[in-house]
């Protein structure tokens, strides 16, 4: 009896404490994604100067499997990179831009800065932007999340 309580405490405070996934739900407290709903919040979002991750899905098996890494991930990187989720079948204009045939996929934004260039006969109301994107080929973990933005040189951590 005795081994047993303390095999539980063992393994619950693995559990608690390991970095790494055990296959077991953790705890992540809210909901950090943010659901994408019009090209304007996401400018804004964009405009605050963090990284933006945005994964582009359809409904799938996969996708469930995606939902949990994007929660993990947004949890572990936040405020300094946020995550944001776009269901293409709403928003097809928003994919569609992106020019890619298969879902879901996933790619960073960051460094919005204003275009140098704003060419002849442009709407002296419209401002242009410039934004990096990057496609995401990484392993899709937290793990490849910390280990891509250190590859791009991408903050997401203070400094220590």
Do not use: W
């Amino acid at each position: 009896m005795e081994e047993q309580r303390f095999f539980d405490r063992m393994i619950h405070h693995l559990r608690s404490s390991c970095k790494y996934y055990t296959g077991y739900p953790k705890d992540l407290g809210p909901s950090r994604v943010v659901h994408f709903t019009s090209e304007r919040e996401f400018v804004q979002l964009l405009h605050q100067g963090n990284p933006i991750v945005v994964a582009f899905t359809i409904r799938g098996n996969y996708t469930k499997h995606l939902d949990r890494v994007l929660e993990e991930a947004a949890a572990e990187f936040y405020p300094h990179v946020k995550f944001m989720r776009v269901e293409c079948p709403k928003y097809p204009g928003f994919c569609l831009t992106r020019q890619r045939k298969e879902y879901p996929f996933i790619e960073i934004f960051h460094n919005p800065e204003q275009a140098s260039n704003q060419g002849r006969g442009a709407d002296p109301n419209i401002t242009k932007y410039s934004v990096k994107v990057l496609p995401f080929n990484y392993d899709l973990s937290a793990y490849g999340f910390r280990e891509y933005f250190k590859r791009h040189g991408i903050r997401s951590s203070d400094p220590k």
